[in-house]
């Protein structure tokens, strides 16, 4: 049994560009078990810390920390990460995923394996031999997901991952992703999208202009939202 | 015109007729050219997809400087290359100076900077696509640019390409390298070369279809391959 | 994947080894540094199979200009040297690149220029009064300026007429930069006079309504001489075939095909060794 990676803390944490911090003294502890939503408008910082928390970005001050370690390739191995646009790489579906199980260690016939199963389990395993740039973009998005998903990652970022997608792909890929997180993944998302987060959040974290303004369980934070943004937001009058 | 339509009687006369000169000088051309682009090819990729991915000071110095030599002019090349092998200078006791080896060394020298840069303009734009995702999945630099390299492969056939067509039809470095001695280094270009100096308008422009001809037959191949290759695995 | 990438690669790699072996490997020839007038007349066409079926050895012809031509063989690029300027053969022998030099045929200069001839010196037999009349007319004139043997010899006979062609280079007075057919090719599109070698000259197949001008001068006596690069000064060179070779072209077979080499009936090279070095 691997240990745990979490605790997620992020302390501090800054992000300085175009004159201003995008990301301003963000500070909480990611804990397994609820699926966690940033929610926000345009503009709030959302990606920006995703980025961070996963180490695709640097911080212009601030530290993000696994358990009390700092982020190294042993801890990466332990995450995944699905971006707004899917990137697939120009081969074959089944094909993409055996390269990130290749990137792993995994060898030859336990790749193709937990492929198929990753397939399966989305619902791509007829397309297998399919050209992955062929797909539509819910499909893609899908594949995406699988590539995670046989990764086995203890946690997984999303950053808008329906954003382009239309409402029947939508619900198929927030299908998957609450699989995942009942096999044992955490989930840490971004969305804008209201009706989104109500489907899929157990805890909500709003920010607002790079700032963390509100965090409770989806719950409180749908009927009873304490600060004044999260209720405009809620309303549909907070813009940016 | 006159010569325009004696050019085409002459080149179709030494098709149709499998003129063994021309087979052999046609044949040596596509050696020469394509083992270059080759070479160059395998010199080229890495170097551009490296210079794409990778960061380090000086990087952008030698982004320009690549590019710069894609303008290197193949009669300098030629010239480098014969001071360097000639018997009197640092690599004249490799006694390749007049050989098909030291045309072949002069067009790598003069292809492999194009090849390089169309790669790493190719591969850098692949990049911007691909980075936070191949980071994401734990691709080292070193891995990812082998990876974008095989994912921008349509692209960079053009880019090769580009390279044969250089080498296919240059004449001032294959000339001073080469000597352009019958039977031995004497290809199309230097062959329209020599049929112009001895006043064979005709036969030089007809040399000069051929060679198009040959351009377009082998730019249609490698089209058709690819367009099976796309069609078969997007 | 990498599988099939490794056997392409290898696959490239093998084909590339194969296609870098030297076509020729192990047959035995020699490299001659001649002249382009020499090479484009097609005498070596004629001339060195003949060679290669006597002793098996083959002759590689690289030309350039004479000047480019001696430079190759100072550097030891070439095993034997073929070109006609007198002065500067000597010169080699003097400065102890060659041993030998020996007289092997001649032929001659002659100026050509346009049917209409616009300096009006047609059938004139006195090369100097022909080229100052040509300067006089301020005539178009393309000279081969690559410091090859015929350019040489150009000069020679602009300053033995008083004219100073470097006053009025880029005027009626043209410098090609080019071997001789490259140059002949531009006095038949602009419609100029130059100086060419005869056998060039009779070989030569854009005349358009270029025509013989001015022949027959003594002073256009254009001898050819041929050297073999010395082993002292470069162990490399492949002395036993180039001595071969030397040997072979003042024979009596040698000199009998060099005379026999024509074109349309005419003779362009005329064997004159008379025995010894010179």
């Given amino acids: ?63 993000v920390s696994w358990r009390g370690r700092n982020a190294s390739n042993d801890l990466l191995r332990e995450q995944a990460m699905v971006f707004q646009r899917p990137v697939l790489l120009r081969r074959s579906v089944i094909g993409n995923i055996t390269y990130a199980l290749a990137l792993r260690g995994i060898n030859r ?15 791509l395993g007829a397309m297998a031999q399919r050209a992955a740039r062929r797909l539509s973009a819910g499909e893609q998005q899908r594949l995406a997901l699988a590539r995670a998903w046989a990764l086995t990652p203890q946690i997984l970022f999303l950053d808008e991952p329906t954003a382009n997608l239309d409402p029947a792909a939508t619900r198929q890929v927030e299908d998957i992703i609450s699989a995942m997180h009942l096999a044992g993944t955490k989930i840490v998302m971004t969305t804008h999208d209201i009706a989104q987060a109500r489907r899929l959040a157990d805890e909500v974290l709003f920010l607002h202009h790079g700032q963390l303004l509100e965090r409770s369980t989806a719950e409180h934070f749908f009927n009873e939202p304490r600060s004044e943004e999260a209720r405009a937001f809620l309303k549909g009058e907070l813009l940016w | 015109m006159d010569n325009l339509s004696q050019a085409l009687n002459a080149a179709t006369r030494l098709i149709v007729t499998f003129d063994r000169d021309l087979a052999e000088i046609v044949f040596l051309s596509l050696r020469i050219s394509l083992t270059a682009v080759g070479l160059a090819a395998l010199i080229g990729l890495p170097i551009g997809a490296a210079l794409a991915v990778l960061r380090f000071p000086g990087r952008r110095t030698l982004v320009v400087v690549l590019n710069a030599l894609m303008g290197l002019p193949p009669v300098v090349v030629g010239l480098i290359v014969l001071l360097l092998l000639s018997r009197a ?108 100096s001895k006043g064979n308008l005709a036969l030089a422009l007809g040399l000069g279809i051929i060679l198009l001809s040959l351009s377009l037959v082998i730019n249609g191949a490698v089209y058709l391959a690819g367009d099976a290759a796309k069609r078969a695995h997007g | 994947m990498v599988r ?82 007198r002065p500067l053969e000597e010169k080699f022998i003097t400065d102890g690149y060659g041993v030998e030099r020996r007289s092997v045929m001649y032929n001659d200069f002659v100026i050509v220029g346009p049917r209409d001839d616009p300096a009006k010196i047609t059938g004139l037999r006195n090369v100097s009064e022909a080229l100052s009349a040509i300067a006089r007319a301020h005539s178009l004139f393309i ?136």
């Fill in chain 1, 1 to 63: 049994m691997k240990q745990s990676i979490l605790p997620l803390s992020v302390e501090n944490l800054v992000y300085h560009a175009d004159r201003s911090n995008l990301v301003d003294d963000l500070n909480f502890k990611l804990e397994t078990g609820p699926r966690t939503i940033l929610l926000g408008p345009n503009g709030a910082g959302k990606s920006l810390t995703l980025r961070m928390c996963h180490g695709l970005l640097q911080p212009t001050s601030g530290a």
């Fill in chain 2, 89 to 196: 200078g640092p690599l004249g006791v490799l006694g390749l100076l007049f050989s098909p080896a030291a045309m072949i060394i002069a067009q790598t020298l003069l292809t492999a900077p194009i090849v390089a840069a169309l790669t790493r303009q190719i591969v850098e734009d692949l990049w911007t696509e691909y980075e936070e995702q191949l980071r994401s999945l734990g691709a080292s630099p070193g891995r990812s640019i082998w990876t974008l390299l095989w994912d921008g492969r349509f692209s960079l056939v053009t880019a090769v390409l580009a390279g044969f067509g250089r080498a296919a039809s240059e004449v001032g470095a294959v000339m001073l390298v080469g000597g352009n001695i019958d039977h031995v280094t004497r290809v199309m270009t230097t062959a329209i070369a020599l049929e112009t």
């Fill in chain 3, 4 to 85: 099939r990438i490794k056997t392409v690669l290898a696959a490239i790699i093998t084909a590339l080894l194969i296609a870098m072996t030297p076509v020729f490997a192990g047959e035995r020839f020699i490299t001659l540094a001649s002249t382009t007038s020499t090479d484009n007349s097609g005498l070596f066409g004629h001339l060195l199979p003949i060679f290669t079926a006597d002793t098996n050895v083959e002759v590689r012809v690289v030309a350039h200009g004479t000047g480019q031509a001696i430079r190759l063989a100072q550097n030891g690029d070439a095993d034997v040297l073929l070109v006609h300027h």
């Fill in chain 1, 109 to 123: 016939t336990h790749r193709t394996r937990r492929a198929v199963e990753a397939l399966d389990r989305t619902g």
């Fill in chain 3, 143 to 278: 000279s081969r300026g690559d410091d090859s043997g015929t350019h040489k010899t150009e000069l020679r006979l602009w300053k033995s007429a008083g004219v100073d062609v470097s006053a009025v280079s880029g005027s009626w007075y043209r410098d090609a930069g080019s071997g001789m057919g490259a140059t002949l090719n531009i006095v038949a599109a602009i419609g100029a006079y130059t100086l060419s070698d005869r056998a060039t000259w009779i070989a030569f197949r854009n005349k358009a309504n270029l025509v013989v001008i001015v022949e027959k001068d003594p002073r256009l006596f254009n001898q050819y001489g041929v050297i073999a690069v010395d082993q002292q000064r470069h162990p490399h060179v492949k002395s036993p075939d180039a001595q071969r070779f030397v040997e072979w072209l003042t024979s009596a077979k040698g000199q009998a095909a060099i005379n026999a080499f024509t074109i349309d009936g005419q003779q362009l090279f005329f064997a004159n060794y008379s025995g010894g070095s010179s």
